[in-house]
């Protein structure tokens, strides 16, 4: 409401100011200035009082006036001698002191016009105040409105800066989204082409040549021949049963039911060591609770550590392999998986964010990213080529469906 009235009230006097520019307190002022420079004694003073009586009359008409009304301070508590400007009931009085001093001008009553004089100069005086208070509030008007203004331009910034940035994190996380969702179906048809070339590489070709041996068997009279010939068949079955039996173990989940997610990983990194021979090790605090994770959050985990030990057996060419597993004053759970192996450029920035295109030397890391997003955590890549790898995963310990800041604390692990 006040920045409406004082639109008003600051057109209202453009307006006037405009329409009577010659009709001034200022230009009041100045004709009754030149007036009293005359001598009261010579009657040459009368058509100057005759014009400055008109010039009273068209102010007392005129909207200025009333406009001066409209200023929002309190006149009554000011004082300016006996009188107290400024209405027309005021302007009235001084147009009849005015006649007066004509009168006594014209009748040569000099005592009594010297008195009507010193009255219009002090309420002119009073009008000249209460144009500078007008002034003042037009200028404060002004300045309030400027700042106001200001403010709104600013709210609007900031505003449409926000709108902007919730777009553009929604145009982010969505062809985050999109990201995933493909690295994850390139996944899955990664591992069917990885188990589909591991059984014919392994499980069907022992099998096409234990096939072989045995027609042998039954193709031969010979007792001796027979004898040896199955003496070769049962270490070939044999193998072809633990080969069998390894590629299910992969494929199979554990039972966390039975075993906890330590045992689990400590499990994983035995029978790591002896498929591939390199010397892997877990290294998990005893006193770590993980109540907080449900049976699906630990096989999450124990699929990130999984693909990350498969990475270092095809990719790394390492001869050791550390697992571990701590928790963090700031209740973070950190698990890392590193090795001393050649080591590679990692898609991955510091803050876990992918700054390659996908290929595929990348799907495993991108699917281990998608796994670290369902546990509300962050997974992190420190590696160089020729400096080894650590894979690092930051899992908050309370429920959080996104966890992305890093550890206050600045925990990390140590290659």
């Not at 420190?382 to 925990?411: D, F, W």
């Amino acid at each position: 409401m006040r920045l409406v009235s004082c639109l008003l009230l600051l057109s209202t006097l453009i307006l006037s100011c405009t329409d009577y520019n010659d009709l001034n307190i200022q230009g009041i002022v100045n004709q009754w200035a030149d007036i009293t420079a005359i001598s009261p004694n010579t009657k040459d003073i009368i058509p100057y009082i005759d014009a400055f009586s008109q010039s009273l009359e068209q102010f007392e008409e005129s909207d200025l006036l009333r406009t001066y009304g409209t200023i929002p301070f309190s006149i009554n508590e000011r004082s300016f001698g006996p009188f107290i400007p400024i209405t027309i009931q005021e302007v009235t009085v001084i147009s009849d002191l005015v006649s007066i001093f004509r009168s006594s001008i014209v009748s040569g009553d000099t005592e009594r016009a010297q008195a009507a004089s010193a009255e219009i100069s002090n309420l002119l005086i009073g009008l000249l105040i209460i144009d500078g208070e007008a002034q003042r509030y037009i200028s404060s008007s002004y300045l309030q409105l400027f700042i106001t203004l200001i403010i709104f331009i600013l709210i609007i910034a900031l505003l449409i800066l926000f709108l902007n940035r919730s777009l553009s994190r929604s145009l982010k996380r969505e062809a985050q989204g999109t990201i995933f969702s493909h690295a994850y179906m390139l996944a899955q048809d990664e591992e069917r082409g990885r188990i589909s070339r591991e059984l014919h590489d392994t499980i069907i070709q022992d099998m096409r040549y234990l096939l072989l041996e045995t027609e042998k068997i039954g193709s031969t009279d010979e007792k001796t021949e027979r004898e040896i010939l199955s003496s070769k068949t049962v270490p070939m079955m044999a193998d072809l049963i633990r080969k069998t039996r390894d590629i299910c173990n992969e494929l199979i989940p554990p039972d966390f039911r039975f075993n906890d997610l330590p045992d689990s990983l400590r499990q994983l990194c035995l029978d790591f060591s002896e498929k591939t021979g390199i010397d892997c090790r877990a290294e998990i605090d005893s006193e770590l609770k993980l109540d907080f994770l449900n049976m699906e959050k630990r096989l999450q985990i124990y699929r990130i550590v999984q693909e990350a030990l498969i990475n270092i057996e095809k990719h790394a060419q390492a001869k050791e392999a550390i697992v571990t597993m701590r928790l963090g004053q700031n209740g973070v759970v950190f698990i890392g998986i590193n090795d001393d192996g050649k080591g590679f450029k990692s898609p991955l920035d510091d803050n876990g964010q992918i700054i390659s295109g996908i290929d595929k030397s990348h799907i495993g890391i991108i699917s281990m990213k998608e796994r670290a997003a369902i546990l509300g955590g962050v997974l992190k890549i420190n590696t160089e080529p020729g400096e080894g790898a650590l894979v690092c995963l930051e899992i908050p310990s309370a429920p959080a469906p996104y966890y992305t800041k890093e550890s206050e604390n600045g925990n990390t692990f140590n290659r």
